[in-house]
């Protein structure tokens, strides 16, 4: 007996094709994308709401670049109290802070220091982070700006941790390797970091 | 052809009718300042002057006593009186001024009282670039003399050889000394001006409409900003007191953090709501209690310079760069973050953030772009303070 082919068989095939070309082209564009791995954690016992003035700590520099950390907190500074959501303590003051209590590591601080800081500069959580990446990536001829920060709250009352996210933006996409482009600007990126950083924060 | 022509015509004539005083291709920077309603020590024509050395903070190598004789024959032209330079000398000598950055209010009381001069001219050599093509930016304040050493007048101006280069490139300038002249004449003009009473900006309103607008353009608005709700300074009540200190300079241009600190007093200063603090009394408070801002300015600290100065305000921030131009390609490039506490309530009452470069949102002819990062951060500040103040 021999199987003919019908329509069904016909539509079957085409589907599967076009299911594999769909599934290369997302893999395709996953390994283009440079927002992988990311990873949101929110303590589900804290309230959120309840915080009301942040401090932000220097954050730590893993690029080569040196005013990497400052820039991006600063505008992590600024956007953060832009939301008006919280009180963002003045940069001068946790300085203050870190000075008093002779904060070792300032981006990394501990849980006791993290609550004998907070008492210090009456704040309701400390928010620390890291810069992993900062500057212009290249792949062949194109170019293009991209960042990477990771940041994690941690409670004044315990010094424990309730939220910690990271954000990647920019990079070499599949449409700057075919065409071209500088990409964005680094200062649109961070931007762009920041506000994904807190979207992460505010979501509920 | 024709078409192209046409074109070229217009973008010669759109060049050449920036004027000298200018910024070098973008709208004049230029912001000549009233001082408060009632405030002390308002002089006119007649007022003798005494013209400290000029400071150089441009970072290169320039004679500031060159320039200092210039801006002093550029005044003399124009009637000016100015204090004698002899009995000025053995004055800053016998009191052993160096700093002429700034005025405290023990020289201003000596001033008046010594030499009885009515105010200092204060001048700053903020940019000085003899290569081709020449850059050039100088900035004065103008203070009374005695105990209240109140800022009457403050000026800006930004040049570049290649801001005007009109058809044909007519209208470039390679002589450094030619755009010094310029700058200086747009210095001395603008002083003989408010000497006269010919004010820019209207006196004792809320906001200075220079010239019917707001004086910048939106690009240079801040990136992000915050800003207390209920602060509003209210116009025709008691000007609130503003002490403007340096800011944290992590650029790797020499004094930005000065640089921007008085580009944000020249802009204050022309608020009718606002009454700024001369930077020589800051500084002399700033010694004495040997306050440092590592990192910016503490809680405490701002308490102390409440106590000091009795300022309601502090403007302090961070410059991450501070970039002219080298050669006649590349582009300005200037960002910093700004914020001001409100030294009774202990809060952040503003924070902002801004970057620009000279040629954004420029796509023809280099029209609307900046050509010097003076200017550029003049527009950027500007902006920042209406968005404040208004």
């Given amino acids: 007996m021999t199987h003919r082919p019908s329509f069904c068989d016909a539509a079957g095939k085409t589907m599967r094709k076009s299911g594999i070309i769909l599934l290369a082209l997302a893999v395709l564009t996953g390994c283009a994308s440079t927002r992988g791995g990311e990873v949101t954690y929110h303590d589900s016992n804290m309230d959120f709401g309840s915080l009301q003035s942040v401090a932000v700590m220097p954050f730590a520099n893993l690029t080569p670049n040196t005013n990497a950390a400052e820039r991006v907190r600063d505008v992590f500074i600024t956007m953060l109290q832009a939301t008006g959501a919280v009180y963002v303590l003045p940069p001068g003051e946790v300085g203050r802070g870190i000075s008093r209590t002779s904060l070792a590591t300032p981006a990394a601080p501990t849980p006791e220091e993290v609550m004998a800081f907070s008492k210090i500069v009456k704040a309701d959580a400390v928010i620390s982070g890291v810069v992993r990446e900062y500057g212009e990536v290249r792949s062949g001829t194109t170019s293009s700006n991209v960042i990477s920060v990771s940041l994690r709250m941690m409670e004044a009352r315990t010094g424990k941790v309730v939220w910690s996210a990271s954000s990647t933006r920019g990079g070499i996409t599949t449409v700057d390797r075919l065409f071209g482009g500088g990409g964005k600007p680094i200062n649109a990126v961070t931007e762009e970091a920041v506000k994904d950083l807190l979207d992460k924060l505010f979501a509920k | ?280 009394v800051v500084r002399l408070a700033l010694l004495r209690s040997r306050l440092i801002m590592e990192g910016g300015l503490s809680f405490p600290q701002a308490d102390l310079l409440g106590e000091l100065l009795g300022v309601d305000y502090v403007v302090t921030g961070e410059v991450m760069d501070y970039q002219d131009p080298q050669g006649y390609e590349g582009t300005p490039y200037a960002e910093f973050s700004v914020y001001v506490i409100d030294v009774k309530r202990r809060q952040v009452v503003w924070m902002s953030s801004s970057y620009n470069r000279g040629d954004d949102r420029v796509v023809l002819f280099d029209w609307g772009k900046t050509y010097t990062a003076g200017a550029m951060v003049s527009e950027m500040v500007r902006a920042v303070t209406d968005r404040f103040l208004r």
């Fill in chain 2, 1 to 280: 052809m024709l078409l192209v022509a046409a074109v070229l015509a217009s973008a010669g004539c759109a060049a050449a009718k920036v004027p000298a005083a200018g910024t070098g291709g973008s709208p004049p920077v230029v912001s000549a300042v009233t001082p408060a309603p009632g405030a002390p020590g308002t002089i006119g024509r007649g007022a003798r002057i005494a013209v400290f050395p000029v400071q150089n903070v441009s970072g290169n190598a320039a004679s500031s006593r060159e320039v200092t004789e210039d801006l002093k024959k550029s005044l003399a032209a124009r009637t000016v009186s100015l204090q004698d330079d002899p009995p000025l000398d053995r004055f800053l000598e016998k009191r052993r001024v160096r700093f002429t950055g700034g005025l405290t209010r023990e020289l201003g009381g000596a001033f008046r009282s010594e030499l009885g001069v009515d105010a200092v001219l204060i001048v700053s050599l903020d940019l000085y670039e003899a290569a081709d093509p020449p850059k050039i930016g100088i900035t004065a304040r103008l203070v009374s003399t005695g105990e209240e050493t109140a800022i009457l007048w403050a000026d800006g101006t930004f040049l570049s050889g290649n801001g005007s280069p009109g058809l044909l490139g007519l209208g470039l300038v390679t002589d450094p000394g030619v755009l010094k002249a310029r700058a200086l004449d747009a210095i001395a003009g603008s002083l003989e001006g408010y000497l006269a009473g010919r004010k820019k900006a209207p006196r004792g309103g809320d906001a200075p409409e220079a010239g019917g607008g707001p004086g910048y353009r939106s690009k240079h608005l801040p990136r992000g900003l915050y800003r207390q709700p209920d602060v509003r300074m209210i116009p025709g009540q008691n000007p609130v007191k503003v002490a403007v200190l340096p800011f944290l300079d992590r650029s790797a241009r020499p004094y930005a953090g000065e640089l921007m600190a008085n580009h944000f007093l020249r802009e204050l200063v022309r608020w009718s709501s606002v009454e700024v603090v001369e930077p020589g």
